[in-house]
């Protein structure tokens, strides 16, 4: 495939994740989804300063420097101010492609309590491993002149969100929480790190209804691991490989589902070519 095709097709599926995002509930008018440039590894894309469910051409995307997550072309428009959350993944993991950060409402109970750790408690939820899920607490890193609103504004926030993913060249965390804010996950390639987004915000759903129902059937101990059974080490594991392995299937009905859904728009969609001239 030549390189302008390669990118074509990456764009497209960076749009197309935009929407499933939005459609799966991981972003509202915030939140956002950043992709490694295909054949540029020093370059990372996201779209402008918009909600994601708007993004619908090329024009929306704005290409940064990986290095210093300016944008490569000194006029582009407005940008997310949490840019950097991608930027300084995408510096210190080479061999991270794809990066989802999220407000899901299904999440922040487990970045508000400290009592309650996230652990993966179903199958579809392997990626996470079998221990607690790591919450990155933004308010050590604050220095007096600082805004304290949470935000990854800058390098240094972001250089330290990074961190919290521990590891090599790899991270060993998929998914890390953000404390009083939300999540961040990351992944190889962007089907997988959507994957991931979903089943973060779905996991943290059904681990919240296991606690309260442990709780009204007179569970007297929350501390995340009486109540319920988190996935063990081998479960994860296993669970992990089987999910990357047929996580084609999702994606192919999440594009679906977005290309028929008249509120999201993609311009480089085959399929939505298809619907305008009346080829099916
Ligand atoms: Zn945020």
Known sequence: MADSDTLTTA????????????????VDAYGHVSIRHPTDSSV???CGYMAPA?????????HYHVSSSDPVDPNAK???????IHGEIFRRFPSVNCVVHSHAEEVLPYVVSTQVPMRAVYHMAGFMGSKSVKVFDIDPHYRLEDQRDMLIRNARFGVALAAEFGGGEKPEETV????RHGFTCVAENLVTA????????????????????ARLSGGD???????FEGLTDGQGEGCKIMCETYQDKPWRLWVKEVERNPLYDNTLSPGL?????GNS
């Open 11 to 26: 764009l497209r599926d960076l749009i197309w994740a935009n929407h499933i995002l939005h459609n799966h509930g991981v």
């Open 44 to 46: 990372y894309i996201m």
């Open 54 to 62: 708007m993004v619908s051409s090329p024009s929306d995307l704005i």
């Open 78 to 84: 407005k940008g997310y101010s949490e840019r950097f």
């Open 176 to 179: 890390v929480l953000m404390r």
């Open 194 to 213: 959507v994957y991931r987004a979903i089943y973060t915000r779905i996991n943290a759903e059904v681990q919240t209804k296991a606690l309260t129902i």
């Open 221 to 227: 101990e929350v501390n995340g691991q009486g109540e």
């Open 273 to 277: 070519l298809r619907l305008r001239t």
